[in-house]
């Protein structure tokens, strides 16, 4: 079971990148995904989740420069970025769980490897 996270890179202040995350190994296209991030000397925190339908929830923080989707029939998990700044900053993960939606990492089984943002001033 694997989740590949691509799309990180270096931007600009008020830039946008779109992050993906694909799986391989098993369909998590019924279950709940998630993206976290983690910046250098801090815990992994909450960005975003969604349901298999589509429901949503993003971390204030990021609410309207943000949003979370999905393609079922691709098996992918989107993670659009506008308006970035540099406290978006950070090692970006995808991760997938069995059950209800999460905002707590630790309930997450299944991690993609991180992909790397960062947005300069």
């Known amino acids: 079971v694997q989740l590949q996270a691509f799309g990180g890179g270096l931007v600009q202040v008020g830039g946008s990148l779109r992050l993906s995350c694909g799986a391989s190994g098993r369909t998590f296209s019924r279950r709940p995904m998630g993206w976290f991030r983690q910046a250098p000397g801090k815990e992994r925190e909450f960005v975003a989740w969604?349901?298999?339908?589509?429901?949503?929830k993003h971390v204030d923080s990021v609410k309207g420069r943000f949003t979370i989707s999905r393609d079922n029939a691709k098996d992918t998990v989107y993670l659009q970025m506008n308006s970035l700044k540099p406290e978006d900053t950070a090692i970006y993960y995808c991760?997938?769980?069995?059950?209800?939606?999460?905002?707590?990492?630790?309930?997450?089984?299944?991690w993609g490897q991180g992909t790397l943002v960062t947005v300069s001033s």
């Open positions: 969604i349901t298999w339908s589509g429901s949503t």
């Open positions: 991760a997938g769980r069995d059950g209800m939606p999460s905002s707590d990492y630790r309930a997450y089984k299944y």
